[in-house]
């Protein structure tokens, strides 16, 4: 997700949006969680070490004036349409201030769109809209047509598979499998390891997904597999991409803060802590390399763990962040895996 760093006066504007948000422009008491997001935003995302502070009531006046450049606009209110969701319940009030805010700014952002559903209790399209970006990224034009569909339908249905798919899957996981058998500490021997000690099927074997990416994000970013980590996960993936970063940011506040059931698989409610979250999606934003296009694992399966993170400007986690959410430095004993975000939207 492309951060800017808003001038004082822009920042000023910013937190009043955000304010806004959290007060349905003045009709109710923001509640502490989201006063707390309010400053961990500026704290992690707009490099504010102190945070300024603002008031309940409405959308600033000025917005437009004071917030001129698209980055911005769009930036902003793409942590207004977070913050509607960080009170668990997506209140249509604080959603229609996201929606005037866009509108005002010129902003056409999907992100709001998923919120508008999540108010109105649509999951079912939530998910499939989320499908539909995940295959149009995984069609080779960047489009999904028919084809693409056929294919992506095809892996999720194995017991249709023939001859000839069994034996290009028994060749697929043979060559994940000979990732044990790189040094200790290279990102395939680690990726290997995530898999078995989590009782993740390699990709190819019975049940199993063609892609990695899930996984290849969790032993990027060191976060493990309990929710908390899952929802951290989210923010770390999203603060990495830039057309879908609120696909997974969304995804994740409202399986693991709004305890809504987007997808199969476990969802909860009240995880967020804003300070780690935040600073998640910071480190993820932080990241210098395109991991959705034309990114090759395979390139880089035999590199030092320390020396890829170095690579892409990623600094490890923290020991305190790893006791509280149960980060993955090769060494983890985890408590299961939830559903990965990215299996709908990469």
């Known amino acids: 997700m492309k951060l800017v760093q808003p001038e004082s006066g822009q920042l000023a504007v910013v937190v009043q949006a955000l304010y806004a948000v959290a007060s349905a422009e003045g009709a109710v008491a923001p509640i502490p969680v989201e006063i707390r997001s309010i400053d961990a935003i500026q704290r992690h995302l707009l490099n504010r070490p102190d945070p300024v502070a603002g008031t309940p009531g409405p959308l600033p006046a000025d917005l437009e004036t004071m917030l001129d450049g698209p980055d911005l606009r769009r930036m902003t209110v793409r942590l207004m349409t977070m913050l509607a969701v960080i009170d668990r319940r997506v209140r249509p009030e604080k959603v229609a201030v996201v929606e005037a805010a866009a509108r005002r700014l010129g902003v056409e952002e999907p992100g709001v769109a998923i919120l508008r559903r999540a108010a109105r209790g649509q999951?079912?399209?939530?998910?499939?809209?989320?499908?539909?970006?995940?295959?149009?990224?995984?069609?080779?034009?960047?489009?999904?047509?028919?084809?693409?569909?056929?294919?992506?339908?095809?892996?999720?249905?194995?017991?249709?598979?023939?001859?000839?798919?069994?034996?290009?899957?028994?060749?697929?996981?043979?060559?994940?499998?000979?990732?044990?058998?790189?040094?200790?500490?290279?990102?395939?021997?680690?990726?290997?390891?995530?898999?078995?000690?989590?009782?993740?099927?390699?990709?190819?074997?019975?049940?199993?997904?063609?892609?990695?990416?899930?996984?290849?994000?969790?032993?990027?970013?060191?976060?493990?597999?309990?929710?908390?980590?899952?929802?951290?996960?989210?923010?770390?993936?999203?603060?990495?991409?830039?057309?879908?970063?609120?696909?997974?940011?969304?995804?994740g506040l409202l399986s693991y803060q709004a305890g809504q059931q987007i997808v199969g698989g476990v969802v909860s409610e009240g995880l967020l802590d804003p300070e780690d979250y935040f600073r998640a999606m910071a480190r993820g934003a932080r990241v210098t390399v395109d991991l959705v296009h034309g990114w090759d694992f395979w390139a880089v399966a035999e590199v030092d763990m320390a020396e890829l993170r170095a690579r892409y400007n990623?600094?490890?986690?923290?020991?305190?962040?790893?006791?509280?959410?149960?980060?993955?430095?090769?060494?983890?004993?985890?408590?299961?895996?939830?559903?990965?975000?990215?299996?709908v939207a990469a």
């Open 123 to 251: 999951n079912k399209r939530i998910a499939l809209s989320l499908m539909k970006r995940f295959v149009d990224w995984w069609s080779p034009t960047g489009r999904a047509g028919p084809r693409d569909w056929l294919r992506f339908l095809w892996w999720m249905l194995p017991q249709l598979h023939g001859a000839g798919t069994a034996r290009k899957n028994r060749e697929m996981l043979a060559r994940y499998e000979a990732l044990a058998e790189l040094p200790p500490g290279t990102f395939g021997h680690t990726l290997y390891r995530f898999y078995a000690e989590n009782e993740i099927t390699l990709p190819g074997g019975p049940k199993s997904v063609p892609w990695i990416m899930h996984e290849v994000y969790h032993v990027l970013s060191e976060y493990g597999v309990a929710l908390e980590a899952e929802l951290l996960l989210t923010a770390f993936i999203g603060g990495t991409q830039e057309e879908t970063c609120m696909d997974q940011i969304l995804f």
């Open 314 to 343: 990623l600094p490890p986690i923290s020991a305190q962040e790893r006791r509280r959410v149960g980060g993955y430095n090769g060494l983890l004993t985890g408590s299961g895996h939830s559903t990965p975000a990215d299996a």
